[in-house]
T-cell receptor
Framework: AQTVTQSQPEMSVQEAETVTLSCTYD???????LFWYKQPPSRQMILVIR??????QNATENRFSVNFQKAAKSFSLKISDSQLGDTAMYFC?????????????FGAGTQVVVTP | GAVVSQHPSRVICKSGTSVKIECRSL??????MFWYRQFPKQSLMLMAT?????????EQGVEKDKFLINHASLTLSTLTVTSAHPEDSSFYIC??????????FGPGTRLTVL
């Protein structure tokens, strides 16, 4: 079975600063996707970034980037130039490509608070 | 972009009644949808996989007679919480994958059982 671990329950960062969220996962499979989702106070789940395991290049989306270390089974998210609107719960998630785009396995989440 | 909607967004009901929650994919067809439950400050817990034209697949520990799922069309899945009790109060979220393997989540339904 696959597991996803987020060891930071809460992170605080000042506006314009950078924060890094950690995520580790455990799987014996080789083909999978990893995601970071954001859940603001509205509770709408929003896809932040995704990474295909077969790609060595780290994914980036504007101010969001990941550090994907496949051998270490680590998938951290860096938020640069933090903005007040980045305040949200962030979930790391994993899916096997053999699951026919089925079940996402979520981590416990990290609450990010951006302060002025 | 693709959108998934849920209705209602909030519902309050009396203990013992049944509540139906609808999940719709608005501009794409979804043969499979997923239902999650989320308690405050916790992660999403997958309850079941809704399959168009066939029976839903429930996760271990989820009572299928309690949480009835119907996926009657390629754009609609419904979750019915039968004989609801206060412990069923939670935030319920549905999701669906589009054809380019992006998962979209509905805005969620807050259920309060009195």
């Amino acid at each position: 079975a696959q597991t996803v671990t987020q060891s930071q329950p809460e992170m605080s960062v000042q506006e314009a600063e950078t924060v890094t969220l950690s995520c580790t996962y455990d799987t014996s499979e080789n083909n999978y996707y990893l995601f970071w989702y954001k859940q603001p106070p509205s509770r709408q789940m929003i896809l932040v970034i995704r990474q295909e395991a077969y790609k060595q290049q780290n994914a980036t989306e504007n101010r969001f980037s990941v550090n994907f270390q496949k051998a270490a089974k680590s998938f951290s998210l860096k938020i640069s130039d933090s903005q007040l609107g980045d305040t949200a719960m962030y979930f790391c998630a994993f899916i096997l490509t053999t699951d026919s785009w089925g079940k996402l396995q979520f981590g416990a989440g990290t609450q990010v608070v951006v302060t002025p | 972009g693709a959108v998934v909607s849920q209705h209602p967004s909030r519902v309050i009901c009396k203990s013992g009644t049944s509540v139906k929650i609808e999940c719709r994919s608005l501009d794409f067809q979804a043969t499979t949808m997923f239902w999650y439950r989320q308690f405050p400050k916790q992660s999403l817990m997958l309850m079941a996989t809704s399959n168009e034209g066939s029976k839903a697949t429930y996760e271990q520990g989820v009572e299928k007679d309690k949480f009835l799922i119907n996926h009657a069309s390629l754009t609609l899945s419904t979750l019915t919480v039968t004989s609801a009790h206060p412990e069923d109060s939670s935030f319920y979220i549905c999701s669906a994958w589009d054809r380019v393997n992006t998962q979209y989540f509905g805005p969620g339904t807050r259920l309060t059982v009195l």
